[in-house]
């Protein structure tokens, strides 16, 4: 389909966001009218992520244009977790293409858990898309570098650039996550045995665990975000990351698959390309406009954290975000239409 279009002029709307004052408002508000929601609990299946602080809480919304808003503790530092597939993939098609990427990696829902082993076997050994833990270890696998250590050193530069800041492993997180990743080493081997894994896939999956324990917060996820709401070009560094295109590939995958089992559920109340991670973040992406961040680690049982997600629903709502949303058109001249009602 990529060669029908091509040649084809893109042209882009996407609207704009009210003023400084009521996006202000609307966050704070966003933060005031979910920080009490009850229910979910935190990630334990990594150990470390089971001692974080239920209480902490943040939202911070990033303009296309550089301007900030945030509230609560935006600014607290946790770890990436799944969050960091997206960006990682954007790097992996900035890098080899469209095409490659596509075959390799794919693109479709599994409609199954996160770290399904099942739906390797049921897809022919193909991972389907980058936001599930196969298809990630594929994506890893592609990034640029000789040696393991190259390949870390990419990913970490990487999502700095996204982030408008270097971006540090947290050492913590990364050790409790490598002595319990079994299940990742299990995935890349299987992975390796079908022929997508072109590497040794412990190495893989080494790499690809730091990449989740890089330390972040809700302000650097809204950064991040935003970077892939305007072509690519970080809206505080000015740096352009990765192309426009490698953006609309990146923000489609998101929308079909970044909240895992729940992405079609996602996309019907929020309306807006989004990924989380077990640590409790969320990075959602207004095309055009901004990029919400929101931290809380209190989870559902899919693994999204409870109150970034009500924050999220309000703030789309509020400022006019979802991609879906449509009103009647009110022509220039109702007159033209008159005598045509039956």
């Known amino acids: 389909m990529e060669q029908d279009i091509a040649g084809v002029d893109q042209s882009v709307s ?6 400084w004052e009521a996006v202000e408002a609307h966050v704070v508000a966003a933060y005031e009218r979910s920080r009490t929601r009850a229910g979910g609990a935190v990630a334990d299946y990594i150990p470390i ?3 974080a602080d239920p209480e902490l809480f943040g939202v911070c919304v990033a303009e296309v244009n550089g301007e900030v808003h945030s509230a609560g503790d935006a600014e607290v530092g946790f770890s990436i977790q799944s969050i960091s597939k997206a960006f990682v993939y954007a790097l992996v098609c900035e890098e080899l293409g469209h095409e490659v990427v596509h075959e390799r990696v794919g693109v479709n829902n599994t409609g199954l858990a996160f770290n ?3 739906a390797i076997e049921l897809n022919d050994g193909h991972p389907m898309n980058p936001m599930v833990n196969a298809g990630a270890l594929a994506t890893t696998a592609l990034m640029p ?3 393991p250590e190259l390949q870390w050193e990419a990913v970490r530069d990487g999502l700095s650039r996204f982030a408008g800041r270097s ?4 050492t913590v997180v990364y050790e409790s996550e490598a002595a319990t990743n079994q299940r990742n080493r299990a995935i890349a081997a299987l992975l390796e045995s079908y022929g997508r894994i072109q590497r040794d896939p ?12 890089l330390r972040v917060s809700a ?3 809204a950064v991040m975000g935003a970077t892939l ?3 690519g070009v970080n809206p505080v560094t000015g740096e352009q990351v990765v192309s426009a295109a490698v953006c609309r590939d990146t923000l489609a995958v998101m929308a079909a698959n970044g909240l895992y089992e729940r992405s079609g559920e996602w996309l019907f109340e929020i309306g807006l390309p989004g990924k989380s991670g077990v640590a409790g973040g969320i990075v959602t992406i207004a095309p055009g406009k901004a990029g919400i961040g929101v931290f809380s680690p209190l989870l559902d049982v899919a693994g999204n954290s409870v109150r970034g997600q009500r924050a999220t629903a309000y703030l789309s709502r509020a400022l006019g975000l979802n991609i879906f949303a449509s009103d009647v058109h009110r022509s220039k001249h109702p007159e033209s239409h008159q005598g045509q009602e039956s």
Do not use: F, N
Not at 202 to 213: F, G, L, M, R, W
């Open 14 to 19: 996407t609207g704009v966001l009210p003023g």
């Open 49 to 51: 992520l089971a001692a």
């Open 116 to 118: 399904s082993v099942v």
């Open 145 to 147: 570098g000789r040696t």
């Open 167 to 170: 971006l540090q492993l947290d």
């Open 202 to 213: 412990s190495e893989i999956v080494d790499v690809y665990t730091k990449q989740c324990a």
């Open 219 to 221: 302000r650097d996820l």
């Open 229 to 231: 709401a305007d072509g």
